[in-house]
């Protein structure tokens, strides 16, 4: 290391002028100029194949990037993202005072920077300990101020421990910055953010053709920052973040109305860089005090992706905008053309759905056996196939507050849906443990537990399974595998000996 900082030395003295990154480590705001976090994800090349991004989150604006130097000392540099929340649609606000830098990089090879504040572990694209995570925000009620989400904190430091290789989270990071009504001077009444007709808010057609309102309008007081992405995602995760490449599903906190701004930036799976997708941000959010009559110029859906890895690939879909109990608007139709699309392009390659809302899901068995996703059942219903490819093995997705198992029983081929929805934010108030129902015309045997919790799986070559759900005391609270369903038992069998609420 000492001759080639000799060899190179001028150039790196230069970039830490320029970029003041040699401060005393992670999420130190108080440092000008410091790293705030580093990362990476998996994302599709413009050809379809997958590209590694590495992220880093150095604090102030117009920032020089860092250098990365990997294996053989392999220099890499990274430059400044695209599309900055702050400056976009003719906007020009100070929300986040952070620029992200990223650089495309290379599986089985190990990164750092000269001042040693990053340290990104080798990525395998054949990844056999994957971790999920849902729903891991912290509502404002239950974290004060800037409080860290202690909850998500104290399960990402559990699952650090084990040396992950793949991260996947469901969505919903951001609860304390999209909690409650709008904050505004203009109207004495409540007004809610677009929510595709979460929370019953939003008429007939989920909120898509009704008078639009976003917390990221003009006169908003309430806009999409930093501050909050801070302290629900990026100081809890401090401990993780780095250690094992992310797929980042976008929730329905994430919307545009919401914190679609902060997560088309950090986790957008598109890129100014060669090779990958287009990089995309949210369109113009209109003006509170005249707010638009539809919502149809103020969304912005991302296109589904495959990644691919050496056993498995992952089809992730951004659900955000799905409906929950209706299929009434024109948005059935484009999931209904993305179903079609995976029937053509599937491949051979076992397969596992990506997804926020889920694609089976039981609201509160028992007492309402309302099912979920109605916008995303009746597309695929729609669609050539009417039902999931059978290269589809397993559904993941977030979304309801819980941990949920779907098993649906034979002759019936859907796969199994495992809901990971209890990774931080404050659980639903009724569950229960076992129980057998009926969604989409097809009976189902579940249960669901109310506990915060992530899930870790043992994947095989094969594409066999199994999988544990963790507290944060690293105790199994359940136990889920692939060959459960053949043996026509649940995918998952809740745990024994610990309290389950």
Known sequence: MFSYALRYGSLLFTFILLSGCATDGFFNANKSFGILGAYTLLAPTSHGETIIYARIIMEGNSVGCPILIGNKKKVVPTTARSLHPDHSNGMDTKNFPVTVCEAIIAPDTRYKDSSGKIDLRAITLNPSAIQVYGDTGCKSNVCLGNASAKKFQSLAEQGAKTLPELILHMGDYNYRGTSGPIKNSIYKDKKYAYDAGDGGYGGDSCGLQESYY???????ESPDNWTDWNNDFFRPAEKILSSAPWVFARGNHELCSRAGPGWFYFFGPG??????????????????????????????????YFVKLKHLQLWVVDSANACDDRSSNTLTTQYQSWFNQLQKNIGKQNTWMVTHRPMWGVNQPGKDEAPLTKMLQTALKNSNGQALPPQVSLSLSGHMHLFQSITSIPPSKRPPQIIIGNSGVSLENITKENFSTTIDNETVNGNELRKHGFLQIDYQPDGSWEGKLFNKFGQTMSECGSLSKQRDQTVCELGKGLRLY
Request: proline share 15%; hydrophobic share 25%.
């Open 214 to 220: 976003s917390q990221n309008a003009s006169g908003s």
């Open 271 to 304: 890129s100014s860089l060669p090779g990958g997708v287009a990089q995309q941000q949210c369109p113009n959010q209109g003006d509170l005090a005249t707010p638009p009559t539809t919502a149809a110029k103020h969304i912005q859906m991302i296109p589904p």
